[in-house]
């Protein structure tokens, strides 16, 4: 079933830049209120000035129980409830197992798949109110994992298997829950992290569709027709939903692709570079990331 966004209270994390602040413009446009939320205060104010009186933003750490009970508290008062809430705020480190920032790696996790629970379980109460709908961002990174890329793949595989349990928690109470697999979009953070000296070259050297970017508005698109008729799965571009019905004969072909991409000499590329800049500076990719991490 389509159903219509306008008057719809829509809470969206992460909405400074790329996926987030997109998707708040494009729904602003057929009448939803946008709330934005993330760490990010600056953008985000320009975002919510763009769209204007439908849109308005709070600073909140995803990570922090506290920032998203006031915020979500004040997003409820502001615009007396909320109906959908789509939990986007991720960021990405670059950077092997063996030698990346532990604090980096782990906060990648933080945000990236805790966020989305401390999101939905501050959020829930509201949306439950109007029999709402869920949507958490996660990525072909849950569905294939590539080298140098573990905790994000992990977080984001994360989100899927938690979008998938708590769907069959909420179906009897009339909420709808969906998670999205977004390939590559060309978005802050992925252009950041092709320009890694080092991770740059293994992410644009995949094979094929694997490693090609796409324009935002692809993803945007998807998205925005997703949320209307509250899917269980949102695939950008729909290719990727294929791969769920091989994925598992995925990791070996990783693997084999990985020692002709150059993972070895990789490996060595990476530790000279951790030398030179250090491990926190050559892991964190992209302005979400670094305020995340609180580099600046």
Avoid: C
């Amino acid at each position: 079933m389509v159903r219509t966004v306008a008057g719809k209270v829509v809470l969206i994390t992460g909405a400074a830049r790329g996926i987030g602040a997109g998707l708040a413009e494009r729904l602003a446009g057929h009448g939803a209120k946008v709330a934005l939320v993330g760490l990010e205060a600056e953008e985000q104010e320009k975002v919510a000035a763009r769209i204007g009186p439908a849109a308005r933003s709070w600073t909140a750490d995803v990570t922090s129980w506290t920032d998203l009970e006031r915020a979500t508290a004040e997003v409820v008062e502001h615009f007396s409830g909320i109906d959908v809430v789509v939990a986007n705020a991720g960021i990405a480190t670059t950077g092997f197992v063996r030698s990346v920032d532990p604090v980096a790696f782990e906060k990648v996790i933080e945000v990236d798949l805790l966020g989305v629970w401390r999101t939905f379980r501050v959020t829930m109460p509201h949306v439950l109110e109007r029999r709402g709908y869920l949507l958490a961002i996660s990525s072909l990174a849950a569905i294939a994992h590539a080298p140098g890329m573990a905790n994000y793949a992990a977080a984001k595989a994360g989100v899927e298997a938690f979008s998938n349990s708590l769907r069959a928690e909420l179906a009897h109470l009339g909420v709808r829950v969906g998670v999205a697999h977004p390939t590559w979009i060309r978005t802050d953070l992925v252009e950041s992290a092709d320009a890694h000296p080092v991770f740059g070259k293994l992410r644009t050297g995949m094979p094929g569709l694997l490693g090609r970017t796409y324009p935002l508005e692809v993803a945007l698109d998807l998205l925005e027709a997703g949320i209307a008729r509250r899917a269980r799965t949102i695939h950008v571009p729909r290719w990727v939903g294929a791969l769920k019905l091989i994925r598992s004969f995925l990791p070996p072909i990783v693997e084999l692709s990985g020692r002709f991409q150059g993972v070895p000499a990789a490996d060595r590329a990476a530790l000279a570079d951790i030398a030179e800049r250090g491990a926190r500076a050559a892991a964190v990719t992209g302005p979400g990331g670094r305020a995340a991490t609180g580099d600046s």
